[in-house]
């Protein structure tokens, strides 16, 4: 993969002195005692040393994080690999390193390589491993691996490397390592427990970049690459991180290379961001679509669609790895992803990293946040979306979703992605006579109803004091069909009716949009089932209930009296709808195309309408609640 001429590298000692030292191939081994210099630092012509840790606890990894190896060697992680020759001895232990806050993690799919240590000859390789889900590793060798002139059994030291088949962590060009001391003329047929040990404090940053790296894979489904198209010859996943450096953190599409500052490890998100960028550049064959705007990273701004996917989709690798739903900058200042909506002052649209963002998390969590989010997948269906169709922009990445067989429906995904901003023919679904609240409808905002019995049905709009909104129904999803509208002015409720007596059942698209003012609103689909019989029947209406309808039979000539009487000191309004069998346009119509109405103002205040119909019909009784809660009596006579 990487040749390893034999140069000088730069690590960071215990003391916090960078001492040069020489790595690479057979060059790098420690001293037979298993000394350090005196500042500290490593062995003469050796790696930075390891240091035991004296601690047993650890830090849990995420339950979402399930420990797999990246098949470095055969069988599970920890299993040994033969360098030449019999297999005889044994050696064990564990390697952490340590978070930020100080606290201990196991690191796991770490190389490690055992050596036999050779005065005349350099350092001799016996076996290679891999450490397991926790950190621990027990890896076979041949302990009378030494030839003349060396006499007796190996002298045996482990080397922790920062580097397997999948990604590598490097500082100054090569793999990062840490040797342990050397045990003389092992005994062969005996198994050498050299405890818990982890790496120089100054080198943890490090470790902590290849741990991070490992929780992305751990996050990717199952598969032999990052890249699920591959399945051999994967293209390694390159860090590059040192003590002192300014390089990033950014990705390399040129070098296909992760650059990290000195203290970017601190940041998982930072990292997995950047690491994120890295596989996506890997599954688009490095030929992500052109980003324009993307120079300077934006996460709240209008950018470009293509952009906007490439750093979304980064974000949301990152808040899927760690369960943190915020987008974190290079300066270390965070971004909520999770909490944001329509008129949080961010821009709008799926040209903006923070709704792409946004979006994708609202697809796979199940914490739902209202309105309009009510839709989790999990993060599967996602990467496969990515990974299988490559989408340049969201919008691609949404119609993909269909050729995929995943939810796109009003109900479901749709709905949580417009939450976040991202409009893709949303229609909220309106239930019967089940209101909803929703904030300011800026923009306007789009409903669908289903009528499916032959009775009066109506969509009334009920703004907030001071604000005038007002209804469209439209008889197409895509708007371009206009079938009626309600625009009082004030804070009147406005509603549209539908004569389901007349026109046919299916689905309705009711627009409500603002005129002047703000604040929540109730809006409800009323479909009409019962009928107002001669006599007195109750209407019993919930503490956001706007509207209800009652089919009554009218015959032409004979006069009829409509009483409303609310039981509950709530303001209403009746009103008295008819649809001409020689008009089809006035089978949907507004508040103003009313026979009759009754809108006597003030809490409590009765309403009563007389009518004399000229054509025998069902006619439609609508009661409207202005204000308040409660139960009616409507009463015809």
């Not at 020489?22 to 490593?42: Q, R, V």
């Not at 470009?304 to 987008?327: I, K, M, N, Q, Y």
């Not at 961010?346 to 697809?363: F, N, P, S």
């Not at 914490?367 to 996602?382: K, L, S």
């Amino acid at each position: 993969m990487h040749s390893r001429c034999t140069r000088a590298i730069r690590a960071v000692t215990a003391a916090g002195v960078v001492a040069t030292i020489l790595a690479g191939g057979n060059a790098a081994f420690a001293k037979p005692d298993g000394g350090a210099a005196s500042d500290g630092s490593a062995s003469d012509g050796g790696a930075a040393r390891a240091v035991t840790v004296t601690t047993t606890e650890r830090a849990v990894r995420p339950r979402w994080l399930q420990p797999r190896a990246v098949g470095d060697t055969p069988g599970a992680a920890g299993a040994g690999q033969r360098a030449a020759g019999a297999c005889d001895t044994r050696v064990t232990g564990n390697w952490s390193y340590r978070d930020a806050a100080g606290a201990r993690h196991n690191a796991m799919n770490v190389k490690v390589e055992v050596w036999d240590y050779d005065v005349y000859s350099g350092a001799d390789l016996l076996a290679v491993g891999l450490t397991d889900g926790v950190g621990n590793y027990n890896i076979c060798f041949d302990a009378n691996a030494d030839t003349a002139p060396e006499t007796g059994t190996a002298d045996v030291f482990v080397r922790f490397v920062t580097e397997n088949r999948l990604w590598m962590v490097r500082l100054n060009g090569i793999p990062m390592f840490s040797d342990s001391t050397t045990a003389m003329d092992v005994v062969p047929g005996t198994t050498r427990n050299l405890g818990a040990l982890g790496p120089y404090p100054e080198l943890d940053r490090g470790w902590r970049a290849f741990d991070q790296v490992n929780d992305a894979w751990l996050f990717v489904p199952m598969g032999g690459c990052f890249d699920p198209k591959e399945t051999t010859n994967c293209r390694q996943l390159v860090v590059d991180w040192g003590p002192v450096s300014t390089a990033g953190p950014r990705y390399s599409g040129f070098e296909n290379v992760v650059y990290l500052s000195a203290t970017d490890p601190d940041r998982p998100l930072v990292v997995l961001h950047e690491v994120a960028h890295a596989i996506v550049d890997d599954v688009y064959q490095d030929a992500f679509p052109p980003a324009a705007n993307c120079s300077v990273r934006q996460v709240t701004a209008g950018t470009s669609p293509a952009c906007a996917l490439w750093e979304g989709v980064a974000d949301w690798f990152a808040s899927s790895v760690t369960g943190d739903p915020r987008a974190q900058l290079a300066d270390g200042t965070t971004v909520d992803l999770e909490h944001q909506t329509w008129g949080n002052s961010w821009a709008d649209g799926e040209g903006v990293e923070g709704r792409v963002a946004g979006a994708l998390i609202d697809l796979t969590d199940t914490v739902f946040e209202g309105p309009w989010d009510r839709y989790g997948e999990g993060v599967t269906n996602i990467w496969t979306t990515v990974t299988r169709r490559m989408p340049a922009s969201f919008g691609a990445l949404w119609s993909a979703r269909s050729l995929d067989g995943f939810n796109v429906t009003y109900a479901g995904a749709m709905a949580s992605v417009y939450q976040n901003t991202i409009d893709v023919g949303f229609r909220d679904p309106l239930t019967d006579y089940q209101p909803l609240s929703r904030p300011t409808p800026n923009p306007p905002h789009n409903y669908v109803a289903l009528t499916n019995t032959p009775y009066w049905s109506v969509v009334a709009v009920r703004p907030p004091s001071g604000a005038d909104y007002d209804l469209q129904m439209w008889a197409d999803r895509a708007q371009t069909a206009l079938l009626a509208n309600s625009a009082y002015g004030g804070s009147t409720v406005d509603f549209v009716a539908v004569d389901t007596n007349r026109r046919p059942t299916g689905a309705y698209f009711p627009r409500i949009y603002r005129y002047s003012g703000s604040g929540p609103y109730q809006v409800e689909f009323a479909q009409g089932a019962q009928q107002l019989p001669v006599g007195t029947v109750n209407v019993a209406m919930g503490p956001q209930s706007v509207v209800a309808v009652r089919d009554t039979m009218l015959a032409a000539g004979t006069p009829a009296t409509i009483s409303l009487t609310p039981l509950n000191g709530q303001e209403c309004e009746l009103f008295l709808l008819f649809s001409d069998p020689t008009n089809p346009t006035s089978w949907v119509q507004g508040r103003s195309a009313a026979v009759a109405s009754s809108t006597t103002a003030g809490p409590g205040a009765f309403q009563q309408i007389t009518f004399t119909p000229t054509v025998t019909a069902w006619y439609g009784v609508v009661v409207v609640t202005k204000d308040g809660s409660g139960s009616y009596t409507l009463t015809r006579s």
